[in-house]
């Protein structure tokens, strides 16, 4: 087969990889001029002339992506540019930490051990805790797409009946950390995300970091990985209509028309959507799934180089509540070597900050007035600290997963056997999300082309250990 992977993200290389892999004629168009998408790095220039990689910022590599990791093993077997972090420490409003380390590693011994260890819940607290709708937790199986697509994750929190620290502490750092708005957020989703990230997940919520920008520790091996299997890359190229009469198709992209037996549909939700306002035959293939198809709330990413060092016994990434916009930090030079260069060489600090589900409403005075507001609280050592260069990004192009979305939400399959589409918006049927959900999908959308399972798709438990019980 002659095929199309339109989008150079996660979803449409992961495709791309197993089709060469399986000797098929792959072209990849990618919009932008690297590859990577939302997790990819592009070269900017600091006030001195020395270049960088930026990107849209931290990403957790956690251990149970099965599928990233054995994309990434194809040009790093040993996952050497993986770095294990211990802990995901979460900063409360008045100094409070909830830590996530060395948890046990099976349920419900890990939620009983959180719990307890918890500062923010005593006894009495729990005792008035909701049991039904918590132990919905552990039964996360089909039955709670029907039971809680159509809850909010802000109602389905509200209903559990934690007190509001613990409820901050312990819960808001998932429902932010998908980019959607509590309010907004199908409590389905978030269940999954409980059961995938933390219930069902052996390593609890602790992960590993990138050594290296996402560019040269990854995107640049794969597209290298891919140019030596004779796959066509063209960044700066994009799809701009597909013409689904009979066999061949007829893609138009910026560099004209060509001709190809088959299509991946890697793009995000904004690309996506835009190709079928272009395509109309292509919204009729998706149905009302095109419909459940919208994007969430703009997030900003602010990276800020400092004329001087946290201190230094400042973890490479924590995760914040009750700081206003803020929902991370990142001592970049603790993470990756570039970065690492830098502050050694200026005696200085690479902060990132991050802010998810930031209202749209904000300029971006307001958003960076904030951000810096959290940071000086969780690190006040960076008070007063002089801005050698700063990088602020503010993007809108995340997934929604709205309450009721999940019923007409995509698969990787539509209906025509010839197009297929991944990303980490479309339906799969196992639990995944983020990085593994575009991975996994784009290795899915590549099997069901070539007709058998080619690339084993690895995943975890599909129930959590309740799940008979229907709660
Ligand atoms: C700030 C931030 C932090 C994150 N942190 C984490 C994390 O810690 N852990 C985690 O697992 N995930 C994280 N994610 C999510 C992760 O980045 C995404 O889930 C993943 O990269 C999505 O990959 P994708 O291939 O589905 O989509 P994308 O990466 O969006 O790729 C789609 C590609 O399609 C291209 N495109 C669109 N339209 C066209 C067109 N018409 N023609 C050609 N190309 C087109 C786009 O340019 C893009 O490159 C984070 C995301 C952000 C923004």
Redesign the pocket.
């Known amino acids: 087969m002659r095929v199309l992977v339109?989008?150079?993200?996660?979803?449409?290389?992961?495709s791309a990889t197993v089709l060469a892999e399986a000797g098929h004629s792959v072209v990849v168009?990618?919009?932008?001029g690297f590859?990577?998408?939302?997790?990819?790095a592009w070269t900017e220039t600091l006030p001195d002339g020395t270049p960088y990689q930026m990107e849209?910022?931290?990403?957790?590599?956690?251990r149970q992506?099965h599928c990233?990791r054995s994309l990434m093993r194809r040009v790093d077997p040993d996952l050497s540019v993986l770095e294990p972090q211990v802990d995901y420490p979460v900063h409360g409003p008045d100094g409070s930490v909830q830590s996530f380390r060395d948890l046990p590693t099976s349920t419900p011994a890990n939620v009983a051990t959180l719990a307890w260890r918890s500062p923010t819940i005593g006894l009495l607290d729990l005792s008035r805790v909701k049991l039904r709708p918590t132990l919905a937790m552990m039964a996360f199986g089909d039955h709670t797409w029907k039971r809680w697509d159509g809850v909010s994750a802000k109602d389905y929190l509200d209903a559990l009946g934690f007190p509001p620290d613990a409820r901050r502490m312990l819960f808001e750092v998932f429902s932010h950390?998908f980019?959607n708005p509590e309010e907004d957020l199908s409590a389905a989703e978030l269940l999954m995300q409980f059961h995938f990230y933390f219930l069902a997940n052996p390593d609890g919520l602790v992960?590993d970091t990138m050594r290296k920008p996402f560019s040269t520790g990854l995107f640049e091996p794969l597209r290298r990985y891919l140019e030596d299997r004779s796959v066509a890359i063209r960044t700066d190229?994009?799809?701009?209509a597909l013409h689904l009469g009979r066999a061949p198709i007829a893609v138009e992209?910026s560099d004209g028309t060509e001709s190809v037996d088959a299509v991946v549909l890697?793009?995000?939700v904004?690309?996506?959507r835009?190709?079928a306002r272009r395509s109309p035959p292509l919204g009729g293939l998706l149905g009302e799934g095109l419909g459940a198809l919208e994007v969430t709330h703009p997030?900003a990413?602010w990276r800020l180089w400092l004329d001087r060092p946290v201190r230094a016994d400042r973890l490479p990434f924590v995760g914040t509540v009750g700081h206003g916009l803020l929902d991370n930090i990142s001592v970049y030079e603790r993470l990756e070597d570039e970065s690492a260069a830098w502050a050694k060489a200026h005696g200085g600090s690479v902060i990132e900050l991050?802010g998810?589900a930031v209202p749209p409403e904000l300029d971006e005075a307001t958003i960076k007035a904030d951000l810096l507001a959290g940071l000086e609280a969780v690190y006040p050592e960076t008070r007063g600290a002089g801005v050698v260069h700063e990088r602020f990004l503010l993007?809108h192009?995340?997934p929604a997963f709205r309450p009721g979305s999940h019923a007409v939400r995509p698969g990787v399959e539509t209906r025509d056997p010839r197009v297929k589409l991944?990303?980490?918006?479309?339906a799969m049927p196992f639990p995944c999300?983020?990085?593994?959900?575009?991975?996994a999908?784009?290795f899915a959308a590549a099997n069901q082309l070539i007709g058998e399972e080619r690339q084993p798709l690895l995943h975890g438990p599909v129930r959590g250990p309740l799940a008979a019980l229907r709660f």
């Open positions: 339109a989008g150079g993200g996660l979803a449409g290389l992961a168009v990618e919009r932008d590859l990577g998408g939302r997790a990819g849209r910022g931290f990403h957790a590599f956690f992506y990233l950390s980019f992960f190229t994009e799809l701009r992209t890697g793009l995000s904004p690309g996506l835009e190709l997030f990413v991050h998810y993007r192009d995340c991944a990303g980490d918006f479309v999300a983020l990085m593994e959900r575009a991975t999908s784009g």
